[in-house]
């Protein structure tokens, strides 16, 4: 499995949008008792995760440099960001479907969460347009500047899960996962200048 992932990037593709087809499968099929609720949350979780695992990537080699598993996984990073940002685009689609009018959506559009997630989304585009073997090799060190930006939109996304959702519980749990993410990449970093 791990080796045909290696190899093929048509078949990783293929597992990160079966959620996606999953979530459109279930609103077809069952619109009253699946509905615009679970699909929006749905969407927003999947775009969270995957960018936690995106973040992951990086402590994960740092600690298990050996690990054929991380190597795989450094190589597919890209394509894993891609997905959160595939699946926030579809969080957004939703909600902008949902709501309809352009009015209703400039309404709302100053409120503390809305705002955020709106940022968050603004920060991923031009990260998703040069997660691509071109604009590593065009940008060179550019390209890790611009892909730190991730860092802030990370914590967009976020903010906006905490402030949007009905009990937060849930959010602020992914929170700190996230903060353990990166207390443990940062941390891991630094020792490694020292060594």
Do not use: C
């Not at 939703?94 to 009015?103: A, F, M, N």
């Amino acid at each position: 499995m791990f080796s045909a992932l290696k190899r093929s990037r048509p078949l990783v593709w293929l597992l990160l949008a079966l959620p996606a087809l999953w979530i459109g499968l279930r609103w077809a099929i069952t619109p009253d008792e699946y509905g615009y609720g679970h699909a929006i949350a749905d969407s927003g979780d999947w775009a969270a995760w995957l960018l936690m695992a995106t973040l992951a990537v990086t402590p994960l080699r740092l600690v298990f440099k050996r690990s054929g598993l991380t190597l795989r996984l450094m190589r597919r990073r890209r394509e894993i960001g891609v997905a959160s940002f595939g699946y926030a685009v579809l969080h957004t689609a939703i909600h902008l479907v949902r709501k309809g009018s352009p009015e209703y959506v400039l309404a709302e559009f100053t409120t503390p969460y809305m705002l955020a997630g709106w940022a968050a989304l603004a920060l991923f585009v031009p990260l998703a347009l040069t997660s691509n073997d071109v604009s590593v090799r065009l940008m060179k060190r550019g390209w890790k500047r611009l892909h730190r930006l991730v860092y802030p939109a990370a914590i967009l996304t976020f903010l906006h899960w905490v402030w949007s959702a009905f009990d937060p519980t849930t959010a602020w749990i992914h929170v700190g996962i996230l903060a353990a993410i990166e207390i443990v990449r940062i941390a891991l970093q630094r020792a490694q200048r020292v060594t």
